[in-house]
Nanobody, 116 residues
Framework: QVRLVESGGGLVQAGGPLRLSCAAS????????MGWYRQAPGNQRELVAG???????NYGHSVKGRFTISRDNAKNTVYLQMNSLKPEDTATYYC??????????WGQGTQVTVSS
């Protein structure tokens, strides 16, 4: 069993920062990818940022230059530093972990609300 525990969501004013954390525990083996997706009401779930097992990062177009993903391998934890937040960043943010072979896990989601 693998468990993902997310933290750090909340309410913030536009322009402010927030930091999300996602800690993975349980039967962690070879991590292929760890990252964040988000979903706003009426929208599809979209990639926010991810980091591969080899440390390669990728970001959704709308967050490039504002968000930074990082990882603590010893703690199996990934962080998402979100700066210059905009009201359109409001969504439920989900942590995702992909392990080899073909194991895919999701967190329960944490709400981020950006007020204008």
């Amino acid at each position: 069993q693998v468990r993902l525990v997310e933290s750090g969501g909340g309410l913030v004013q536009a322009g402010g920062p927030l930091r999300l954390s996602c800690a993975a525990s349980g039967s962690i083996s070879r991590i292929n990818f760890m990252g964040w997706y988000r979903q706003a009401p009426g929208n599809q779930r979209e990639l926010v940022a991810g980091i591969t097992g080899s440390g390669i990062t990728n970001y959704g177009h709308s967050v490039k230059g504002r968000f930074t993903i990082s990882r603590d391998n010893a703690k199996n934890t990934v962080y998402l530093q979100m700066n210059s937040l905009k009201p359109e960043d409001t969504a439920t943010y989900y942590c995702n972990l992909k392990m080899i072979p073909s194991r895919d896990y999701w967190g329960q989601g944490t709400q981020v609300t950006v007020s204008s």
